[in-house]
């Protein structure tokens, strides 16, 4: 994503983190937006599983199921939440998944920690320029874990 790093399904609910705000968005509208400076802190709250590959495995498995069946299988795709706490209180806000099933567990705990750091940390916050060097950084993180 251009303006920030994207968390949750870009065509659907998501949040993008910014370098000045967190803004919550269906699809390219933005539903919410949150300067850095009101934020308290950030919690993800995302379905997870301990499979390393679970976009892979959910798409073959749902579309298995659509040729077994032929019609749309219909899936759990229930939301997860962001929740920011500011000055004023809480706002929960919907994030969308790409596929069924959850988030490679690691990835998201290594979100939430990068989101800790932002939330603590304004001088990291113009990294979010380079979202993609950001997100490499995420994985390359958890790759290096799992090897050592």
Do not use: C, K
Not at 5 to 15: E, F, S, T, V, Y
Not at 115 to 134: G, I
Request: charged letters at 20%; a negative charge; glycine letters at 8%.
């Amino acid at each position: 994503m251009p303006d920030g790093l994207a968390i949750g399904d870009p065509g659907r609910r998501h949040l993008v983190l910014g370098v000045d705000t967190i803004s919550h968005r269906d699809g390219p509208a933005v539903t919410q937006q949150v300067d850095w400076t009101e934020i308290r802190g950030a919690t993800l709250d995302l379905r997870t599983t301990r499979f390393p590959f679970p976009g892979a495995f959910s798409g073959l498995w749902s579309s298995v199921l659509v040729m077994i069946t032929q019609t749309d299988p219909d899936l759990d795709l229930a939301p997860g939440t962001a929740v920011l706490t500011t000055d004023h209180g809480s706002l929960r806000l919907d994030l969308d998944r790409h596929h069924p099933g959850g988030y490679w567990h690691p990835i998201v705990s290594r979100t939430q920690l990068l989101m800790d750091r932002l939330v603590e940390d304004a001088a990291s916050r113009p990294l979010l320029r380079q979202s993609n060097a950001v997100l490499d950084s995420i994985v390359s993180s958890v790759r290096r874990a799992r090897v050592a």
